[in-house]
């Protein structure tokens, strides 16, 4: 018979279970549900609701509970539903009819809205840890790479020439960014629902705060009918997923340009490629691709929690059970994509001489040319015609701006002189734009100290919220 089995008069039928059934999925969420339980059965001890004596039994119960769970011993039953019913189930085996007095006050709407939020705290927890470890590679690689010069490119035209390390630390900016939306959500995420039982709060007099204090959240879901129908916590994590899958979708596309023969400008480390069935020459940048290629998978489930979500009238509908797999499979996405990323980040070698010949074979001086000619007082619009002139100049002879004798520099100014030439060499150029968060190496140095002070604020953010959730069960 089923937990909630008393108003029926025949069994579900099994394509019913089948299809409602939910502990394929919800099982990850064990752990969070008995910690949810933990704290509430205190709480019905301690508001008189249920005896102490019960509550230890209980206690004691869900703790062996958990561990025949982590240890795979405990039978989890499609007949049972969710992991809520089946751990309601297990726990009434382990210690008989008192294990009913658990889900007093209780429902499972507010229940799995506690569990969704528990579970999402521990996963903001480690993905922001594993994208400090990538910026962390990032910044390497930039320190490694403050004379390292390549094209820039607009419209993958070569523009003007950056720094690799500024190239690196675009990424870090990026990522930082993605890791201040994720700290940010956390107040959010951090309320609780559990009290609002199915929808309108319980009769029982139930002390909600003490059990949000007992789990760390910041304080409780004010509204018993948001409680159980918000998922907006669940949408704007995966909307942050989501351009955290962009970013690195940005970086794999170049990690597989710059590896190709064309650009020649990275190897990836033989750990973190493939070969090919076939063609025994290859050495496929197989990573970058599929991190590229799951980015439609996480926007995916960004796109499906929200269609789910539109028109759903208040307050709990089943409907909403749709929130796990897409969460879960994007957690387990990205937890992937970074840990492979900082590691293949590290290893990375940089051609640096490839980087540099493409940047001497190219027009990317162009721009400093005309400035050149600015200095000169020459209107900026006119300079840019003089360059435009001389650049087909060389395109026709099939020379850069470099090869040109100072002759023929005068040929289309007069203002050009002999210290021309040190003003178009890749490095001037890269040093000319010295500019507040320029490319120009002390301006990258720059950046360079900001992101150390903010990966110190992090690791700061790291250590204090997973503190905050190291709570219960362990014991
Ligand atoms: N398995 C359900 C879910 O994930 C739990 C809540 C079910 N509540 C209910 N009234 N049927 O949404």
């Known amino acids: 018979?089923?937990?909630?089995?008393?108003?029926?008069?025949?069994?579900?039928?099994?394509?019913?279970?089948?299809?409602?059934?939910?502990?394929?999925?919800?099982?990850?969420?064990?752990?969070?549900?008995?910690?949810?339980?933990?704290?509430?059965?205190?709480?019905l001890a301690k508001c008189n609701i249920i005896s102490d004596e019960d509550a230890a039994t209980i206690s004691k119960g869900l703790k062996v509970v958990a561990q025949k769970i982590n240890a795979?011993?405990?039978?989890?039953?499609?007949?049972?539903?969710?992991?809520?019913?089946?751990?309601?189930?297990?726990?009434?085996?382990?210690?008989?009819?008192?294990?009913?007095?658990?889900?007093?006050?209780?429902?499972?709407?507010?229940?799995?809205?506690?569990?969704m939020r528990l579970y999402l705290r521990d996963a903001l927890i480690t993905l922001n840890q594993l994208l400090l470890n990538v910026q962390q590679s990032l910044y390497t690689q930039a320190k490694d790479n403050l004379d390292t010069v390549l094209p820039g490119y607009t419209h993958l035209q070569r523009a003007q020439p950056v720094l690799f390390g500024h190239h690196m630390m675009a990424y870090v900016f990026m990522f930082q960014r993605d890791m201040e939306r994720l700290q940010d959500s956390w107040k959010r995420v951090n309320q609780s629902p559990l009290g609002a039982g199915a929808l309108a709060g319980t009769s029982f007099p139930i002390d909600r705060h003490f059990v949000a204090?007992?789990?760390?959240?910041?304080?409780i879901c004010d509204n018993s009918l948001d409680?159980?129908?918000?998922?907006?916590?669940?949408?704007?994590?995966?909307?942050?997923?989501?351009?955290?899958?962009?970013?690195l979708s940005r970086l794999c596309e170049e990690l597989v340009q710059w590896s190709s023969a064309e650009f020649n400008f990275v190897e990836l480390d033989d750990a973190?490629?493939?070969g090919s069935s076939m063609m025994p020459q290859k050495k496929n940048p197989d990573v970058a691709e599929l991190v590229r290629g799951k980015t439609g998978r996480v926007v995916g489930n960004l796109i499906g929690m929200l269609t789910t979500l539109k028109g759903l009238p208040l307050a709990y509908n089943k409907d909403?059970?749709?929130?796990?797999?897409?969460?879960?499979?994007t957690?387990?996405?990205?937890k992937g994509a970074l840990a492979l990323f900082a590691p293949m980040i590290e290893t990375m070698d940089v051609k640096k001489e490839n980087m540099y010949e493409a940047v001497a074979k190219d027009y990317s001086n162009a721009t400093d040319l005309a400035d050149y000619l600015v200095g000169k007082d020459l209107p900026f619009r006119e300079a840019h015609a003089v360059v435009g002139q001389v650049v087909l100049h060389c395109i026709n002879e099939n020379k850069y701006l470099l090869d040109l004798k100072l002759e023929e520099f005068q040929e289309f100014s007069s203002l050009i002189e002999g210290d021309i030439y040190d003003v178009l060499s890749p490095k001037a150029?890269?040093?000319?734009?010295?500019?507040?968060?320029?490319?120009?190496?002390?301006?990258?140095?720059?950046?360079?100290?900001?992101?150390?002070?903010?990966?110190?604020?992090?690791?700061?953010?790291?250590?204090?919220?997973?503190?905050?959730?190291?709570?219960?069960?362990?014991?």
């Open 1 to 43: 018979m089923k937990l909630w089995g008393g108003r029926f008069t025949k069994p579900t039928n099994e394509l019913v279970d089948e299809y409602t059934a939910s502990i394929r999925f919800d099982q990850k969420l064990a752990q969070f549900d008995i910690q949810g339980s933990l704290a509430h059965v205190e709480m």
């Open 72 to 115: 795979g011993e405990a039978e989890l039953t499609e007949d049972n539903e969710d992991i809520h019913m089946n751990v309601e189930k297990l726990l009434i085996d382990e210690v008989g009819p008192v294990g009913g007095k658990l889900h007093t006050g209780r429902s499972r709407n507010d229940q799995v809205a506690l569990d």
């Open 213 to 219: 204090e007992k789990l760390n959240f910041d304080g």
């Open 227 to 247: 409680a159980v129908s918000d998922r907006d916590f669940v949408v704007e994590f995966l909307s942050n997923a989501s351009l955290i899958s962009v970013h």
């Open 272 to 274: 973190f490629c493939t």
């Open 320 to 329: 909403m059970q749709e929130d796990k797999e897409g969460m879960f499979d």
């Open 331 to 334: 957690v387990e996405t990205l």
């Open 429 to 475: 150029v890269v040093n000319a734009r010295n500019v507040a968060g320029g490319t120009a190496r002390n301006r990258v140095e720059e950046q360079i100290e900001k992101a150390e002070k903010l990966f110190e604020a992090s690791d700061e953010w790291i250590e204090k919220h997973a503190k905050q959730i190291s709570v219960l069960i362990a014991e």
